[in-house]
């Protein structure tokens, strides 16, 4: 635990408030609050993009004791994050450990988030705090010292995909055959994965017209908030839809593949953000224990005639994929890209390089 007396509070939008001490920045932030199951992973959980405008609860109760590895690139990307920066608003965890040892770390957990100004609160119950999650569904929230510095904000009334989005075109040259893929908030792993394909890679902003590109595929990536605030990239991906190019979506790529089509899209009343969910693919109903962040899904009763549901959520039934009837067009909630032990479902992205070809 961090030592000395800096109380802060959790503030829920039901009314909870929480004491704990803080770690990390000494900073006040609101947003959405939501939790992770993960054992490990907080290094790569805290760079993800999707958790933009988010406060993220750690539902396992020793947090940093690995410390945080090195700045390393490879293929030009940070080789142990998932984007370049800390993307969460805060964190909130059971016990913060001080103390880290790890062959590869180089630095604390609490000094990674100084460098990066974001606020942590620990000796928090994330047990009861995750109770009160699952029960309410995601709440909006904030870490502060003073009861009144700062309204409550909800993230999603923003244009979330453009915040965390490159700003223009970056290409990872490898392969004679080129993928583009649409930043609406891409995990580093996303490119890795074609790269080790030996695919060139065109990495594009949200809005890019990327059909002046000519490419073998495009990739709609994952990323945080409301898919329909991305009007640019649902009219582009109509316009690849007409053109027959393959199309793959992954999380918001997916909800974004949806709605071109002409599918509906609603806010989930808790997310799924665990390594562990179980989806069930339709027909053959076999189960695919995956790796999920997001807050929205897609509509499976609104999907057009020539559409399907392709994977359902064995929890909650929701909806975790979609795909043409014939066309080489199809996303999924789930990360394929994802690999907290076997890499279950990295077989999609063969499956769509088949059909790119």
Known sequence: ?????????????????I?????????????????????????????????????????????????????????NLLKYFESDKIQVQGLIVSNYSESYSHWNAQKSLSEWMKEHNIPGITGIDT???????????????????????????????????????????????RGKKKVIIVDCGTKNNIIRAFLRRNFTVVWVPWDYDFLKEKANGVII??????????????????????????????????????????ANTYKLKYGHRSQNQPCMESGTKRCYITVQNHGFAIDSNTLPEDWREWFYNNNDRTNEGIIHISKPFFGTQFHPEASPGPDDTEFLFDMFLRAMK
């Open 1 to 17: 635990m961090p030592s000395g007396n800096n109380e802060t509070k959790l503030i829920l939008e039901d009314g909870t408030i």
């Open 19 to 75: 004491e704990g001490t803080s770690f990390g920045s000494k900073k006040d932030v609101a947003g959405e609050v939501v939790f992770n199951t993960g054992m490990v992973g907080y290094p790569e959980s805290l760079t993800d993009p999707s958790y933009k405008g988010q406060i993220l609860v750690l539902t396992y109760p020793l947090i940093g004791n690995y410390g945080i590895p090195p700045n390393e690139k490879e293929d």
């Open 127 to 173: 047990r009861e705090l995750t109770k009160i999650l699952r029960e309410k569904g995601t709440l909006l929230g904030k870490i502060v010292t003073n009861l009144n510095s700062i309204p409550f904000e909800d993230p999603n009334d923003r244009n979330l995909v453009s915040e965390v989005s490159i700003k223009s075109p970056v290409v990872f040259e």
């Open 221 to 262: 990536s994952s990323g945080p908030g409301d898919p329909k605030k991305c009007s640019v990239t649902i009219e582009n991906v109509k316009s690849a839809i007409e053109k027959n190019i393959p199309i793959l979506g992954i999380c918001l790529g997916s909800q974004i593949l949806g709605l071109a089509a002409g």
